[in-house]
């Protein structure tokens, strides 16, 4: 346990470049989940090893001791570090919990103001006919800064309900929840054309589809954890979009129309910026709007070197980590039975 239990909390400085390497050279749904898997998978072993760094240091206290019937001299044999390193990691623990209680309460109520300006959903909202839905979604959207709710049919399975916000700031974001809901600005409907409207609105249904916001949830969480995986949080950002800029060429047929689409909508939306999207809503207006923009403009990229180098260093640091977390942790339950064996015979 001395040397495995630090593995989990080194191999994440090598992992995590090895990632967004290797993400590059991938499209953007594999990119997406290898970029989230690793940080969760690491995230993990984090804890793993935190947690087995802070037991340790509990069993050594003589209270504890006693209560387990443990000898402190056989725990004390094989504790790595000592009184200080276990101070250390429950620290470190205390901290990670901290963090992501805090940010989950963020979530949570950035979630439900943004349902809240929206309307109830369990209450029955009034269908719109083909025509009514295409008047709303036209150019006479206007009027005040006020709100207007307005939510379509459910066409076909694959679409979700449709929020109408009489904002003259553009915006458009895809908010998480039972029914997801695209949510998108008066202000946004004029600053595009018919066609640029119907990419947008396929880029926010493909993040609903896709549950996108899981994996900006899992992202934010694992930066708590480990400094190294904070490095991830912007990369798996941009991969979604990507993942949702493509199903939105695919659903309208036309590469161009979504690149204009992306870059008129970050255009719009930069003028008249609105503060109150919440964390989780992915909006087709968000990160590196150049890049997403020249990626669909150029469909076939030259092939990045160092594809295969990356995906080896990444399952070396994957397969290393969990297989140090589980040497750590079985080398622990050892040291606590030998422990209990030797306070049972009294040495």
Known sequence: MTVAVWVPLLLPFLAAPAARLLARALPPPAAARILTGTAALLAAATLCSLGLLAATGLLRLPPVAALGHLSPRWIAAGAPGGAPVAGLAGLALATAAALALRIARRHRRDLARARAALGDPARPARSLSPGALAALLGTSVAGPAARLRARSRPAAPAEHPLAVLADDRADAFA?????????????MLRALSAPERAALLAHERAHLTGRHHLFLAAAEYAAVVHPALRTLRAPIGYQLERWADEAAAAAVGDRTVTARAVGRAALAAGHAPRPDRPGL??????????????ALLDPHPRPRTGRRAAAFVLATCLSVTLTAALDATTDLHRAVEAARSAGAAGR
């Open 175 to 187: 908010l998480p929840g039972r029914p997801g809901r695209v949510v998108v600005t008066g202000g």
């Open 281 to 294: 809503a992915p909006a087709a207006h968000a990160g590196p709007v150049p890049r997403r923009v020249a």
